[in-house]
């Protein structure tokens, strides 16, 4: 992970393409900068529940992205 304040990029081993997917489709907006880098812009109103949620998403959709990868 890096970045400052909220604004955050995490890096991955895998393509990123496919989370930005699974995340839009839970409700969550990111976008994929390069091809295994996340960037997180929330807005400065976040709420710590909006955060937790994600959290909870992003891990679901990096373990069924990561699944994916391995069965190619």
Known sequence: VRGEGLMLALILEI???????ALLDAGFLINCTQEK?????????VERYQVDRLIVAL?????AAEKKTQEK
């Open 15 to 21: 393509p990123g393409k496919e989370i930005v997917g």
């Open 59 to 63: 891990r679901k959709a990096i373990i």
């Open 37 to 45: 880098v996340l960037r997180f812009l929330p807005p400065l109103i």
